[in-house]
């Protein structure tokens, strides 16, 4: 009575739930594992510049896989700065002994000043490519065969694809 009901399974059976002798359970192996385990303890990843270039440029990604709908524009708002001080991200001499070592700075030169914004207007099958240019202390915005003086909130306002950084 009760052969073949379930929850009942014969030892030795695909479904019996008993152990093997000698081989330690799951929940045992669990416990072991933590026990065994070292104590966990900070880590950081750490990605330092060695050399810097005289131009820095910078590549923003406005398209992404539009999920089954082919590629779509990124027109989101991406500021930058007109000044960029990579010093921090440079490698000293020797790499940091401890956490508090990682502020400072290596290489010097390690300044950059904004020259150059390459932007897209319009969407992505279609739209034109414009650019502004600091020429001393100022700014113009070229497109195809026309110039004209732009002021530092134009730049700042562009949506860049491009960015030119030059050391300084």
């Not at 290596?106 to 279609?126: D, I, K, N």
Request: hydrophobic residues 35%; negative net charge.
């Amino acid at each position: 009575e009760g052969e073949g009901a379930e929850g009942d399974a014969e030892a030795g059976s695909p479904g019996a739930e008993e152990e093997e002798e000698g081989v330690p359970s799951a929940a045992d192996r669990r416990a072991c594992d933590a026990e065994a385990r070292p104590p966990r303890q900070p880590a950081v990843k750490l990605v330092q510049l060695e050399r810097l270039p005289p131009v820095l440029t910078l590549h923003l990604k406005r398209f992404s896989a539009g999920g089954g709908r082919g590629a779509a524009k990124v027109s989101a708002k991406v500021p930058f700065p007109l000044e960029l001080q990579l010093g921090p991200y440079c490698s000293a001499q020797a790499p940091p002994e401890s956490l508090s070592d990682l502020g400072s700075p290596g290489g010097g030169g390690a300044r950059y000043e904004l020259s150059g914004v390459v932007e897209h207007q319009g969407s992505l099958s279609g739209g034109h490519y414009t650019a502004f240019v600091r020429a001393g202390s100022s700014w113009y915005h070229m497109s195809d065969s026309h110039v004209s003086e732009a002021d530092e909130e134009a730049v700042l306002g562009a949506q860049a694809s491009l960015l030119f950084y030059v050391q300084v």
